[in-house]
């Protein structure tokens, strides 16, 4: 092993610890509260983080998990595994990561999606982690199968809504509505952050995506996604959200973002198994035993 690779390990071992992981953290919850799209973008791409097309919330999930101090036994495992291997390299692009001065991190002009123009004041006295029915008219049930005759139906509804922005998405002007079926064969990543969306009629048939961004929107029910079982992340920040109850059966999801809306009640988070993110900056949590309970889990959980 070079010498180099020692003095990298030793520079390493001495200076990543959980004080210094949990101080990166609060910075990143700060500029998050703070709306400071700029330093996120900026502090992401040079540690390594792509924030091509992703929208702050995405930015934000990336960087708190990776710089959260129970991640410290993670990152001194990878330490002592690139000690051994000599791989110096490896070493010296942790010591970008976690030894990067986070209060000199030059902000550069990105042309970045804002997906957050979020609905209340800041208020810095609300945060904490580190230091101390819908109407019965829609009645969600268990049976999402479709014939052939209702998914080759032309979706259609007055007021523009979940499936005109998807038909915006992916379709702009061309003269061409999507039907069912094609809400059926979207997979993959459904981004409609910043649409203006209050109506996700339609999003009940988007049966295969895996991830779907309706952050910075203004929502208040989200009983359609009680069917989306393949979701494996759901950004919902800066909505007009307070009843969580329809992700229950969400049994994949494994990062979940409802910051910014009007939740007292999170204990159905206890109930997702693959849970391993939350974020409920600002909002009304009512009980905080929760959070601990999550926290015991292992999730990390911002707030």
């Known amino acids: 092993m070079s010498i180099n690779a ?17 101080d990166m953290s609060i910075e990143v919850i700060s500029r998050y509260k703070k709306k400071d799209h700029g330093y996120l973008t900026s502090l992401a791409e040079r540690v390594g983080i792509s ?4 929208g702050i919330s995405r930015v934000f999930a990336q960087l708190i998990q990776l710089y959260h101090p129970d991640r410290l036994k993670k990152i001194t495992g990878e330490i002592e595994l690139h000690k051994k291997s000599g791989n110096a390299e490896e070493l010296a692009r942790i010591k970008g990561i976690y030894l990067v001065d986070m209060k000199r991190v030059q902000v550069k002009d ?26 019965e008219e829609e009645e969600i049930t268990s049976d999402h199968g479709y014939d052939d005759e209702i998914t080759e139906e032309i979706v259609t509804s007055d007021d523009y809504g979940f499936i005109e922005a998807v038909n915006d998405l992916y379709l702009g002007n061309l003269e061409y509505e999507l039907t069912l079926a094609d809400l059926q064969n979207l997979e993959g990543e459904l981004d409609l952050s910043g649409f203006d969306l209050e109506d996700l009629t339609g999003a009940e048939y988007c049966l295969n995506i895996s991830s779907l961004n309706l952050s910075g929107n203004r929502i208040y029910r989200i009983h359609q996604l009680a069917g989306l079982t393949k979701l494996e992340v759901l950004y919902l920040s800066d909505n007009r959200i307070d009843d969580i109850t329809f992700i229950e059966g969400l049994t994949e999801l494994r990062e979940l973002d409802i910051s910014f809306n009007d939740i007292e009640d999170i204990s159905v988070l206890l109930e997702l198994p693959s849970l391993q993110y939350v974020n409920l900056v600002e909002n009304p949590v009512s009980d905080e035993t929760i959070i601990e309970e ?10």
């Open 294 to 303: 999550l926290q015991d889990k292992g999730i990390i959980v911002i707030y």
């Open 6 to 22: 020692n003095e990298l390990y030793d520079e390493l071992k001495k200076n990543i610890t959980s004080s210094r992981l949990k």
């Open 51 to 54: 924030s091509a097309e992703a």
């Open 110 to 135: 990105f042309t970045f999606k804002a997906d957050e123009e979020y609905l209340y004041d800041d208020d810095e006295s609300n945060y904490n982690e580190y230091e101390e029915y819908y109407d």
